[in-house]
């Protein structure tokens, strides 16, 4: 018990040390490859995939979207994700749900470097659901509410929850959005409430035909990190290569992702689609993959298979009718005045 007790103060300690870190940090994860793909941008999303980037976006999608998702974030962290949503109707929605699993993790300090070689496993468990409403013919409002817990070792934290709020405004080409992240209240583990990491960003996007641009600016407080990123995507037939960068905007942040981010997409059979997205850890905790598997559908249908329209009904045979025969009446004889008889009167 006492060693378990050590190895638990082991790994909070770096973290407790470091003044104004948040807690939960797993839920400024960017949980969608095409966004991390394009420098972390939200606005080319879409769909429930824009679950946790900006749900005002839910409803810019054509039909019912089922997506799951895998990414190894470190050498020792790896997450599963799993989002079911329905973009169409006046009250677009979506949930997911999302583990983070951390299998014989070991103390690091703010470097990386490992300051313990005690190992405990730890768990993060969140589902979310997110609405979305049309405030015009191209705005549009969202918000996402999360319930989630973590573990670890043999300790809990109490469950916690948090709420994302966006706003999207999509005109032809052109997309632009606002959002605000992880408000809430903390996280209680042990004696210890931390803040979430709470995070504000504006973000944009133009669709050029097959090239489409994207910039984004992000500001995390607890974190004291604000970046700027730009992304550009080509789309070749099924085939879309995506880049992204992002520039530390403040100086002297917490920053621990490399700034360089790269990606594909392949659709096939136009209601499945593959992301990936590749990113080096600016530590050295290796590096991060991630990949996203989406498939479409439209109504009741299964996945994958469209509703084959029902054939017409044999149309019945009417007989031919009979031209009606119309008797012509013979012309009645002309009538021949009958002749008058004058009368001459004499005085």
Not at 197 to 210: F, I, K
Not at 222 to 247: D, M, S, T, W
Not at 305 to 330: F, I, M, N, S, V
Request: hydrophobic share 40%.
């Amino acid at each position: 018990m006492r060693k378990a007790f050590a190895a638990v103060l082991a790994v909070l300690a770096p973290l407790w040390a470091r003044a104004g870190e948040p807690g939960a940090s797993f839920l400024a994860v960017t949980l969608s490859p095409y966004a991390d793909a394009v420098g972390g941008n939200a606005a080319f999303t879409r769909g429930a995939e824009a679950l946790n980037t900006n749900p005002a976006f839910l409803g810019d999608a054509p039909s019912w979207e089922f997506n799951g998702a895998a990414a190894r974030l470190s050498e020792d962290l790896q997450m599963v994700h799993a989002a079911l949503g329905r973009p169409a109707g006046g009250w677009p929605w979506a949930a997911s749900l999302t583990y983070f699993r951390v299998a014989g993790a070991v103390a690091r300090d703010a470097t990386g470097a490992v300051t313990s070689n005690n190992t405990t496993d730890t768990g993060d468990a969140a589902f979310a659901l997110g609405v979305a409403r049309r405030a015009g013919s191209s705005l549009s409002l969202g918000a996402t509410g999360r319930v989630f817990r973590s573990t670890l070792g043999s300790y809990t934290a109490s469950t916690t929850g948090s709420a994302d709020v966006g706003v999207g405004w999509r005109r032809g080409r052109l997309a632009l959005g606002a959002a605000m992240k992880n408000l809430g209240p903390g996280q209680k583990f042990l004696s210890q409430t931390d803040p979430l990491p709470r995070s504000w960003d504006v973000h944009g996007a133009w669709d050029a035909g097959p090239l489409a641009f994207g910039a984004h600016y992000v500001d995390e407080a607890e974190r004291k990190v604000a970046r700027v990123g730009l992304g550009l995507e080509y789309r070749r037939g099924p085939l879309a290569l995506r880049g992204g960068y992002q520039i530390d905007a403040r100086g002297g942040g917490r920053d621990e992702i490399d700034p360089l981010s790269l990606g594909f997409g392949y659709q096939w059979r136009r209601n499945v689609t593959i992301n990936y997205a590749f990113r080096q850890s600016a530590t050295d905790t290796g590096a991060v993959h991630r990949v996203l598997f989406k498939t479409t559908w439209v109504g009741t249908n299964a996945p994958g298979k469209t509703r084959r329209a029902a054939a017409p009904a044999p149309a019945k045979k009417t007989p031919p009718r009979a031209k009606p025969t119309t008797k012509t009446p013979a012309p009645a004889p002309a009538k021949t005045p009958s002749p008058r008889r004058r009368f001459k009167i004499s005085r």
